[in-house]
């Protein structure tokens, strides 16, 4: 349930650099977000013009990846040229690789190995570039068929980041997120849970991941929210069918825009810790910023509860977006 309370704090808000790191990815919007400017030093200058509108608004959290493209790089010469920046955490995953190319039109834009000797090469390339700045570290898009929550080997590996102060985690994604979750929870190394961070989607139209979230955060893990917009269905202009349209129609209502009212509604779960925006631009940033400050009115609660698409149906739509 959403709660009607105070505003929110901004450092409840992160920033994560999937849609400015590579120049194609599935978040609708991109041609008239992003136009024909992708080239490697146009995005590196839209990384840290974004980087800088979120550290501005108080925002303190930033989410790369390996498989971002140069998302790790961009992010690694930002701090570096901002040394007042110590206060910021960093979190990145390790499980794809960009194969893109820098191309639009590729193929195949990245792939996934969750083997523990990915691990150890993807890792090793973090930490050259985040090095001490790099706090947490998640597998990226764990699923109960591809290992990474079973294999002793792998754990073992992580833990050694664990003690070397990194916190370990995974992202989840597919319909299968709260198995995934609970299934991580479990893995326990040397007396301790290896996984204390969680990032997952979560949103208006697919919230079925939120009660295991919810013990998630129970058992003292920290939960992160990814795609509070849907890849871009619940922003602005966005909206593919009748459910995007009706939370627009809602936000028109509430005097506000559909990005605010989508990050308003993840913020007021007591479970989510920091929400991520994927915004390609300062502007962007300031209007989920500006989602601390709403409130959901209940009437408006009972209709966005009514929207929420079976899981398998959202991730199917999901997956057939094209990369753009």
């Keep these: 349930m959403w709660q009607r309370g105070g505003v929110t704090s901004v450092r409840r808000i992160g920033i994560g650099l999937a849609a400015v790191g590579r120049p194609a990815y599935i978040t609708a919007g991109r041609e008239r977000d992003l136009g024909d400017a992708r080239d ?9 013009a974004v980087l800088d509108a979120a550290y501005a608004a108080g925002i303190r ?17 930002w701090l570096a040229a ?12 390790w499980g794809y690789r960009y194969v893109g190319d820098w191309r639009l039109d590729a193929g195949t834009h990245e792939v996934k190995d ?4 990915a691990f150890a090469e993807q890792s090793a390339e973090s930490l050259a570039l985040l090095g001490d700045r790099l706090a947490v570290y998640h597998v990226h898009s764990a699923t109960l068929d591809t290992g990474a929550l079973d294999d002793a080997e792998l754990h073992r590996a992580m833990a050694d980041l664990r003690e070397h102060g990194i916190r370990v985690g995974i992202s989840t994604s597919g319909p299968r997120q709260a ?37 998630a955060a129970d058992a003292g893990a920290r939960v992160i929210v ?24 809602l936000a028109d209502e509430l005097g506000t825009s559909v990005d605010r009212l989508a990050f308003a509604a993840v913020l007021a779960e007591p479970w989510a810790g920091i929400v ?7 502007a962007q940033v300031a209007s989920n910023v500006a ?8 009437e408006v609660e009972d209709e966005l509860l009514d929207l929420a698409e079976p899981a398998e149906q959202y991730w199917a739509a999901r997956g057939a977006r094209a990369w753009a």
């Design 226 to 249: 990814k795609e509070a917009v849907a890849n871009g269905r619940l922003a602005p202009g966005g909206a593919t069918d009748s459910r995007d349209d009706r939370v627009a129609n």
């Design 179 to 215: 198995e995934a979750v609970r299934r991580a929870l479990d893995v326990i190394v040397d007396g301790e849970p290896l996984f204390t961070s969680f990032q997952s989607t979560w949103n208006i139209l697919e919230p079925s991941v939120g009660p295991a979230l919810a013990e």
């Design 291 to 298: 989602a601390t400050g709403l409130k959901i009115p209940a």
């Design 114 to 117: 969750h083997s523990v000797e």
């Design 276 to 282: 991520l925006s994927g915004a390609v631009d300062p």
């Design 61 to 77: 959290y930033v989410d790369a990846a390996r498989s971002y493209g140069r998302a790790e790089e961009f992010l690694a010469g």
């Design 82 to 93: 901002r040394p007042d920046t110590a206060d910021v955490e960093i979190g990145s995953k």
């Design 40 to 48: 490697v030093e146009a995005l590196r200058e839209r990384t840290w």
